[in-house]
T-cell receptor
Framework: QKEVEQDPGPLSVPEGAIVSLNCTYS??????FMWYRQYSRKGPELLMY????GNKEDGRFTAQVDKSSKYISLFIRDSQPSDSATYLC??????????FGDGTTLTVKP | DAGVTQSPTHLIKTRGQQVTLRCSPI?????VSWYQQVLGQGPQFIFQ???????GRGNFPDRFSARQFPNYSSELNVNALLLGDSALYLC????????????FGQGTRLTVV
């Protein structure tokens, strides 16, 4: 069993939709929870990170962590075609050795 | 400001050969991490270096090695290449290695034939 499991997708939504991306993890030692966006043939770009249970907002993006359920989510409001990319969740013990999910590919159609 | 730069961008090698990949971190960043991303999967941690010392190693064979230079740039070496080593190799730099401050380069696409 992988340490991080990510909903596989792919996901296709119309412009303006709310998108929910989800991951589960197995190791309670993980303290940092990150979401990366990766465009085709590019390196991952850090979108958001959090280290506590609850919600963290940044513009149209909300990261949600539930440590009791070992469940993390990223919500995208008012999705745009430019949001089309692969989204990767990642978790870390603060040692800088992040464990990534396999990514969910999102397509937002105009 | 220059971001994380990796070279070369693409590389084709034959099975059994050796390869060296290079990474220049963001100015002022002292930590470099290497990841392997196989097509359709997430990045997998290979090494982390901080202040020229190895701080962590992932579950990769001894054919993989790395080092960090006094200017904080880094090299990843892979010996005796296998077809399964074909992947995107990513370098991430950060000030001190914290996962919340990692910036990734564009990667080096390695194809082993």
């Amino acid at each position: 069993q992988k340490e991080v499991e990510q909903d596989p997708g792919p996901l296709s939504v119309p412009e303006g939709a709310i998108v929910s991306l989800n991951c589960t993890y197995s190791n309670s030692a993980f303290q940092y929870f990150m979401w990366y966006r990766q465009y085709s043939r590019k390196g991952p770009e850090l979108l958001m990170y959090t280290y506590s249970s609850g919600n963290k907002e940044d513009g149209r993006f909300t990261a949600q962590v539930d440590k009791s359920s070992k469940y993390i989510s990223l919500f995208i409001r008012d999705s745009q075609p430019s949001d089309s990319a692969t989204y990767l969740c990642a978790i870390d013990t603060n040692a800088g050795k992040s464990t990534f999910g396999d990514g969910t590919t999102l397509t937002v159609k105009p | 400001d220059a971001g994380v730069t990796q070279s070369p961008t693409h590389l084709i090698k034959t099975r059994g050969q050796q390869v060296t990949l290079r990474c220049s971190p963001i100015s002022g960043h002292k930590s470099v991490s290497w990841y392997q991303q196989v097509l359709g999967q997430g990045p997998q941690f290979i090494f982390q270096y901080y202040e020229k010392e190895e701080r962590g190693r992932g579950n990769f064979p001894d054919r993989f090695s790395a080092r960090q230079f006094p200017n904080y740039s880094s090299e990843l070496n892979v010996n005796a290449l296998l077809l399964g080593d074909s992947a995107l190799y990513l370098c991430a730099s950060s000030l001190q290695g914290a996962p919340s401050e990692a910036f990734f380069g564009q990667g080096t696409r390695l194809t082993v034939v």
